[in-house]
C-alpha cells in the first residue's frame, strides 16, 4: 500500500481510511465485539486512519473504536470530529470554547486515549466566531490532547477566511477538510479541492460510494429491498439512478465491480488524501479492500467525465451541507415590523 501524506502535516496515511459511522449504529452493526473484529481487519489490511465523531450513534462509534484500539493506539492516525448535538442541551453542541472543552474530555474519555491524531469540526457554527473556535482548539494543540485540527463540509469561502484568521491571530489552522466526493458528487472539484491543495490541507472524502448506489445493487425500479435506508431521498433520485444505469455498463466493460470503480475514482484526485470506507460488515469491507490496487485508465475517467461532468452534482444528496443564510428563514426575511408595507 502507497501511503500519502495528510496535506503538510507530515502524517502518512493509507489511501483507504475506515469510516466508523456504521459501528455502533442503530442503521448500522450494533454489534460491539464485531465491530472490533471489522476494525482489525482493517488494521490488518493496512489501513492506518480510522474516522469517527462523536455523534455517532450518540458516543457508541467512539466507544467502539476505543475498544478496539487498546494496544494498537500509536499505529493509528486517530481523526474525530465535534460540533453536532449531543442532547437537547443548547450548550452541548456548536463550535464554542465552552463546549469545545467539555467534548474534547468525553471524546478521549470514550476513545480511551490520550490525544486526537485529527480534531474535526463536523459542521461550521454560525453563532460562533471562528477566532474563537480556533483559538480554544489552538490550545488543545498546545496541551498534547489534539495533534492537528480540521473541517468538514465546508464551503470554499469559509475555508479561505478560517485560513485568514489563523494567520493573522497566529492560531493553528485546519490541515484537513472532510467533504462528499464520489461519480455522483462532482462539486468539489470547482473550489474546495483547489483551495484544501492552495492551503496545502488534507483532504479525507466522504460517501465516495454514493451512499450505497454505486455499489451496484441500486437500480433503476428495484430499490424496494432499500426501503430503510437512512438515505432515501438519494436513492430514489432519478437523475441519480440514470446516472448509474450508465456506469454499470461501464464498469462491466472494465471488468470492475461498482465498488471499485467508485472507490478508484475517488482516490484518483490529487487533491484527495484518503477515501473514508463506511462498511458495517466483514463481508462490505472484504469487498472493498479488494480493490485497493485498482487504478483506472484515462479512458474510463473520459467516460466517467461525459457520464458526470467534473464539477458537477447529479440529483439530490440527503446530507448535502446547507449554509445558514439558506436553511433558516429568519436570516431571510426581515421580521415582520421592519417590512414594508405592500
Not at 465491530?35 to 455523534?55: C, E, P, Q
Request: net charge negative; glycine share 8%; aromatic share 4%.
Amino acid at each position: 500500500m502507497r501511503y500519502r501524506t495528510l496535506g503538510r502535516t507530515g502524517i502518512k496515511v493509507s489511501p483507504y481510511a475506515l469510516g466508523a459511522l456504521m459501528l455502533g449504529a442503530s442503521i448500522g452493526n450494533p454489534d460491539h465485539d464485531d465491530s472490533i473484529r471489522l476494525i482489525h481487519k482493517a488494521l490488518d489490511a493496512g489501513i492506518n486512519l480510522i474516522d469517527t465523531a462523536d455523534a455517532y450513534s450518540q458516543g457508541a462509534s467512539e466507544e467502539v473504536v476505543g475498544k478496539a484500539l487498546k494496544g494498537r493506539r500509536d499505529s493509528v492516525v486517530l481523526a474525530t470530529k465535534f460540533g453536532l448535538p449531543m442532547g437537547d442541551d443548547l450548550n452541548r453542541r456548536g463550535t464554542s470554547r465552552r463546549w469545545i472543552m467539555i467534548e474534547v474530555e468525553n471524546s478521549l474519555r470514550r476513545l480511551q486515549t490520550d490525544y486526537i491524531d485529527l480534531y474535526q469540526i463536523q459542521r461550521l457554527d454560525p453563532a460562533t466566531d471562528i477566532e474563537e473556535t480556533l483559538s480554544a482548539l489552538s490550545d488543545l494543540i498546545h496541551s498534547g490532547k489534539v495533534r492537528a485540527i480540521g473541517s468538514s463540509m465546508t464551503p470554499a469561502s469559509d475555508i479561505i477566511e478560517a485560513q485568514w484568521v489563523a494567520e493573522r491571530r497566529g492560531l493553528e489552522r485546519f490541515r484537513a477538510e472532510q467533504p462528499c466526493y464520489s461519480i455522483l458528487n462532482r462539486s468539489i472539484e470547482s473550489e474546495v479541492l483547489p483551495i484544501a491543495q492552495r492551503y496545502g490541507m488534507g483532504v479525507l472524502v466522504w460517501g465516495p460510494l454514493g451512499q450505497g448506489m454505486l455499489t451496484g445493487r441500486v437500480r433503476k425500479g428495484q430499490q424496494t429491498d432499500l426501503v430503510r435506508s437512512p438515505f432515501m431521498k438519494a436513492i430514489s433520485d432519478e437523475r441519480r439512478l440514470d446516472a448509474v444505469e450508465q456506469l454499470i455498463p461501464l464498469a462491466t466493460d472494465a471488468g470492475l465491480p461498482m465498488t471499485h470503480l467508485a472507490m478508484a475514482f475517488a482516490t484518483t484526485h490529487p487533491c484527495v488524501t484518503s477515501a473514508l470506507l463506511g462498511p458495517h460488515t466483514t463481508e462490505q469491507l472484504n469487498d472493498l479492500l479488494a480493490g485497493m490496487d485498482v487504478t483506472l485508465t484515462d479512458e474510463i475517467l473520459d467516460r466517467i467525465d461525459e457520464i458526470v461532468p467534473p464539477g458537477t452534482d447529479v440529483g439530490t444528496l440527503d446530507q448535502a451541507y446547507l449554509p445558514p443564510a439558506i436553511q433558516r428563514s429568519d436570516l431571510r426575511r426581515r421580521p415582520v415590523n421592519e417590512r414594508a408595507a405592500v
